[in-house]
T-cell receptor, first 116, second 113 residues
């Protein structure tokens, strides 16, 4: 069985602070993909990043960075110099790959509030 | 940029009524999915569809639910007799392959009274 745990239910920061959202996962698969999605108040799911299990390189995209550590089964997401527009629910997800399709297992989400 | 389109954006229905949610996938995508998000909760997998048949379904996807792609373009989710607990946001997602990135639609909010 697969599981994604986002222990932080809510985080509140002041604008310009850095914030890290934690994600821990469990899987028996050797090949898998990890994702982060953003869900703003409007409700849609916005894709942020995909990472495969063979690539442990950290990634930076503008103010966003991701730290994948296979040894601790973690895939943490950091927002540098947060902005009010970053306020949203952020979901970490794990993909089990099968020949007939794949299935995302989502974490519970972390509600991030960035205050001016 | 191509996108997944869902209709309706919001539907209100009475308990026991049938509901059909529609999704227009991105044109070259082969894998189709429905996910559900009850208000304030996480996103949950319902069903995956590939090669004109269900490839996997979750325990949520009981006999009240069905999916089909009747005309080769639209991908539909039907709830035969809605219950109050079916109230949720339903997301369609599609993909070119099975290795990862799912493209999500903007969701259809279903309210069952």
């Amino acid at each position: 069985a697969q599981k994604v745990t986002q222990a932080q239910t809510e985080i509140s920061v002041v604008e310009k602070e850095d914030v890290t959202l934690d994600c821990v996962y469990e899987t028996r698969d050797t090949t898998y993909y990890l994702f982060w999605y953003k869900q703003p108040p409007s409700g849609e799911l916005v894709f942020l990043i995909r990472r495969n299990s063979f690539d442990e390189q950290n990634e930076i995209s503008g103010r966003y960075s991701w730290n994948f550590q296979k040894s601790t089964s973690s895939f943490n997401f950091t927002i540098t110099a947060s902005q009010v527009v970053d306020s949203a629910v952020y979901f970490c997800a794990l993909n089990s790959v099968k020949s007939s399709g794949s299935r995302l297992t989502f974490g519970e989400g972390t509600q991030l509030t960035v205050n001016p | 940029e191509p996108e997944v389109t869902q209709t309706p954006s919001h539907q209100v229905t009475q308990m026991g009524q049938e509901v059909i949610l529609r999704c227009v996938p991105i044109s070259n995508h082969l894998y189709f999915y429905w996910y559900r998000q009850i208000l304030g909760q996480k996103v949950e997998f319902l069903v995956s569809f590939y090669n004109n048949e269900i490839s996997e379904k979750s325990e949520i996807f009981d006999d009240q639910f069905s999916v089909e792609r009747p005309d080769g373009s639209n991908f539909t989710l039907k709830i035969r007799s809605t219950k109050l607990e079916d109230s949720a946001m339903y997301f369609c997602a599609t993909a070119t392959g099975n290795t990862g990135e799912l493209f999500f639609g903007e969701g259809s909010r279903l309210t069952v009274l």
